[in-house]
């Protein structure tokens, strides 16, 4: 069976479409109105290899905390109907990447109950007009809607973007590991027989 959802959101703050696909070759079409989400869900998708078409509209003249929020939402939930009973799926999945001057590990459990532990340095108030506090914020409302664990430590770093971006590539490694499926497994990845 494809493995692959369509997730539509309409409230009075936003508007977000997301069509996933786990099994795709990283491609991508993005426009969530704000530019460094899209480049950071760009390395998601690319070094995910997840297809992944997302367009959000949102009220930026409040700021941005309700489109990114909502998108991580949306994408939770994506990710979430996608994996379906999570069947044959490796479950776990670690990686550490660095980024010029900083190294980020991103460890996920596909378990079913969501936490999210966010060891990150305090980064700049923003990167270019992105606010960064809001990275805990989108990460928070994609665990809670996918049901995933997920812990994020960043080990040192200076520049924002580069920790921001060693975050997402190590995310996206970690879930393509989790989400794959393991060969000669045939049922959930659990002694409970249930995720």
Not at 59 to 80: N, P, R
Not at 85 to 102: C, F, H, L, N, T
Not at 112 to 133: A, I
Request: glycine share 8%.
């Amino acid at each position: 069976m494809p493995r692959t959802a369509n997730i539509t959101r309409k409230t009075k703050e936003t508007k977000i479409k997301v069509k996933l696909d786990l099994d795709g070759s990283g491609q991508f079409s993005l426009n969530t109105s704000v530019g460094f989400l899209d480049h950071m869900l760009t390395l998601l998708a690319a070094h995910g290899s997840f297809d992944l078409e997302l367009k959000a509209e949102g009220d930026l003249w409040v700021d941005q905390h309700h489109t990114v929020e909502d998108i991580g939402i949306c994408l939770g939930q994506a990710f979430a109907k996608a994996l379906g009973k999570r069947k044959s799926i490796r479950r776990y999945g670690m990686q550490m990447i660095p980024m010029d001057e900083a190294m980020a590990s991103v460890v996920v459990d596909l378990s079913n109950r969501p936490y999210l532990v966010y060891n990150v340095p305090k980064l700049s108030e923003r990167v270019g007009e992105f606010e960064t506090q809001l990275i805990q914020e989108f990460l928070r409302a994609f665990t809670v809607q996918a049901g995933v664990t997920m812990h994020v430590n960043v080990f040192y770093g200076d520049n924002s973007h580069h920790v921001i971006e060693a975050i997402f590539k190590a995310w996206a490694r970690a879930m393509r590991h989790a989400c794959e499926l393991e060969p000669g497994l045939d049922s959930v990845p659990s002694t409970k027989g249930v995720l």
